[in-house]
């Protein structure tokens, strides 16, 4: 079945970086557009980016204002996320999920998620 | 952006009872809306998919209805497990989003 594991969260201070990591198993990486979505504690969910099956194609949500990246290697079945200039408005779980297309028409399954905590 | 706006934010329902939780769009979307259940430390689950169609394994007291800018999510007799906060969300166009969700207590 579809299984979904983040990895990569922590505790980060403001300003800094870190990459997500999500591995997946359980059906085929490369015919399926993925998605990262966070959760900040005790608040609704919030979707973060969307990168195409191939890779060629990403959108991503209004606030994060290009300090983050999506991307995935298909040899690997690994997506992954990019977080530059961390704030502490960037605190949540963050989970992958994926499309249940191979370019964008929803979520289906999701991962139990990776916490970034920022803080200093 | 689309928003995309709940109602109730909260609900305490007893058993055998049903729930109806609305979504509304800040503009049409067609029938690009989703609804999601997530339950206290769990990842989100897909429930209804293209506001009407079943997510496979959903048990059928589930269904979800509407088009344009109004949709409607109902249980039909409430399980003890269905307690979560559910989710409507929008692929309409991007940057998608999701609403602020409705938690529904098992009184």
């Known amino acids: 079945q579809v299984h979904l594991v983040e990895s990569g969260g922590g505790v980060v201070q403001p300003g800094r970086s870190l990459r997500l990591s999500c591995s997946a198993s359980?059906?085929?990486?490369?015919?399926?557009?993925m998605h990262w979505v966070r959760q900040a504690p005790g608040k609704g969910l919030e979707w973060v980016a969307i990168i195409w099956f191939d890779g060629t194609t990403k959108y991503y949500g209004d606030s994060l204002e290009g300090r983050f990246t999506i991307s995935r290697d298909n040899s690997k079945d690994k997506l992954y996320l990019q977080m530059n200039s961390l704030r502490a408005d960037d605190t949540a779980v963050y989970f992958c999920?994926?499309?249940?297309?191979?370019?964008?028409?929803?979520?289906?399954?999701w991962g139990r998620g990776t916490l970034v905590i920022v803080s200093s | 952006e689309i928003v995309l706006t709940q109602s109730p934010d909260f609900q305490s329902v007893t058993p055998k009872e049903r729930v109806t939780i609305t979504c509304r769009a800040s503009q049409s979307i067609g029938n690009n809306l989703h609804w999601y259940q997530q339950k206290p430390d769990q990842s989100p689950k897909l429930l209804i998919k293209?506001?009407?169609q079943s997510f496979s394994g959903v048990p059928s007291r589930f269904s979800g209805s509407g088009s344009g800018t109004d949709f409607t999510l109902t249980i039909n007799s409430l399980e003890a497990e269905d307690a979560a906060t559910y989710y409507c969300h929008q692929s309409h166009s991007f940057p998608w989003t999701f609403g602020q969700g409705t938690k529904v207590e098992i009184k």
């Open positions: 293209f506001s009407s």
């Open positions: 999920a994926r499309d249940i297309g191979i370019t964008g028409m929803h979520p289906d399954y």
């Open positions: 359980g059906f085929t990486f490369s015919r399926h557009g």
